[in-house]
């Protein structure tokens, strides 16, 4: 898929077919994350992947705005370094990359989570240095549709040119 139309047509997905995520595809999507500019390229990030059921269902009760984590065949909790200035930016550039790498592959995600994911850290073994900035779950969609069907607001209203209040066009 062409990069573009993955950000044209990517959707929050929480509902997922129980069907594996194949390990290549897994790997792709860590890589995806693992291969992101970071600011200096300090790369603050640690990638915990989980498919182990139990763990899930674990990760979906800590994780109170992300219970559909538990029908996840997959995750990928992303920790960043608590002593990076852009620690946050960068991890949540990876998880973007992550994000888009699936989607393209036919793999649907949403994240979990903005930091305060206390119970899932200690779940997870993170370490005290560590900050766990979010959960992302993967998955095929339970339901195919929909792909692209994006209510935005038009591009002149957010867009301007040169400086702010001049219509971009």
Known sequence: MEV???????????????????PDVVRR???AGRL??????RQPWHFIVVENRETL????????SGPYIAEAPLAVA???DKASRFGVSDGSRAIQSMMLTAWSEGVGSNWVGFLGLGKAKTLLGVPDELE?????????????????????????TVAHREKFGKPFG
């Open 57 to 64: 269902a674990r990760l979906g009760e800590a994780a109170s």
């Open 78 to 80: 992303v920790a960043i």
């Open 29 to 31: 999507i860590v890589e």
């Open 4 to 22: 573009f139309e993955a950000v044209r047509t990517i959707l929050a997905v929480r509902l997922y077919r129980d069907t594996p995520v194949p």
């Open 132 to 156: 766990l900035l979010a959960i992302v779950p993967f998955g095929y969609p339970a339901n195919p549709g929909g792909r692209g069907k994006k209510q935005r607001k038009p591009l002149g």
């Open 36 to 41: 992101t500019g970071s600011s200096m390229n």
